[in-house]
């Protein structure tokens, strides 16, 4: 047991840009929701578990997955979560059209404003610059607390960074997880210089990560189930979060049980080389 225990441990929070604040180290997403009925069930327990970051997006279910979030705070409420949605790039053409469609994502999510907006990737027909620009409109107008971006490569990013100028883009949500490490090369380090979150979706590779040889070997090994071995490696600085889908009660405490432990530094190069 001693070796799975971190010298320091982390917590359950993470930092969100330079901020200030914290989010809840793994977040819940709405991504491919089957049963909305276990979907509500499903979330609002997570609230209930400590992980009050919610993450979805006006492509989900078109639209369906923002309404079913507004469920949930009404269920929780409104000051124990923190919401992050995200804008398709085709709405970045104009002030106009950002301020015309994140208007209508709140309305479906039953809120005054958002915690965090995410560009859900970048419009090829139109600068970063550009984008950005428009995109801040919904900080000018009240819509968001914050702005971020997804599916951002470390030149968007630093675009994107270098773009704004009455907000700082405070997080990037990409494709990351144990098995997958591109991010590591260029992105993750660039991200980290400049104090932006990068929050991992897809961390445990629909359900990849438990066929993993070498991370069943681990778990084995130390007593801790793969998919918290698999998400404690994507959450291991303080500014690295993840987002999780679930709809299944039991799978979500599992999850949760996750910020209960952190890997030691030994076990984290282990699988950094996998």
């Known amino acids: ?3 799975v225990l971190a010298e320091v441990v982390l917590g359950k929070r993470r930092s969100l840009g330079n901020t200030g604040e ?13 049963n909305e009925n276990d979907a509500l069930t499903t979330l609002v327990k997570g609230v ?13 279910g078109s639209g369906r997955a923002e309404e079913l979030v507004g469920r949930v705070v009404k269920h929780v409420g409104r000051d124990l979560v923190f919401l992050i949605t995200k804008m398709l790039p085709d709405r970045l053409k104009s002030r106009y059209d950002v301020l015309k ?17 995410l560009i859900h990737w970048p419009n090829p027909t139109l600068s970063i610059q550009e984008q950005v620009k428009n995109f801040e ?10 702005i971020g971006v997804s599916n951002f490569d470390e030149s968007e990013l630093v675009e994107a960074i270098n773009s704004t100028k009455k907000a700082d883009i405070v997080l990037n949500q990409v494709h990351y997880s144990v098995l997958r490490k591109e991010i590591e090369e260029a992105l993750l380090p660039t991200a980290l210089k400049h ?6 979706y897809t961390p445990l590779e629909r359900g990849e990560v438990l066929k993993h040889p070498k991370l069943v070997e681990i778990s084995s090994r130390i007593n801790k189930p793969v998919v918290q071995i698999a998400l404690n490696y994507v959450i291991r600085e303080p500014y690295l979060a993840a987002v999780v889908k679930t ?4 799978h979500l405490e599992e999850i949760a049980q996750t910020l209960e432990w952190s890997l030691t530094p030994e076990l984290i ?3 950094r080389k996998l």
């Open 1 to 3: 047991m001693v070796f």
């Open 22 to 34: 914290t989010i809840s180290a793994i977040a819940l997403g709405t991504w491919g929701i089957r």
């Open 48 to 60: 209930e578990l400590g992980l009050s970051t919610i993450d979805t997006a006006e492509m989900y």
């Open 101 to 117: 469609h994140g208007k209508a994502a709140l309305r479906r999510l039953g809120v005054n404003e958002v915690d965090l907006y």
């Open 137 to 146: 409109s919904l900080i000018d107008e009240g819509l968001t607390r914050y």
């Open 195 to 200: 104090h932006v979150t990068i929050q991992a």
């Open 247 to 250: 709809e299944n009660v039991k």
């Open 269 to 271: 190069e282990v699988l």
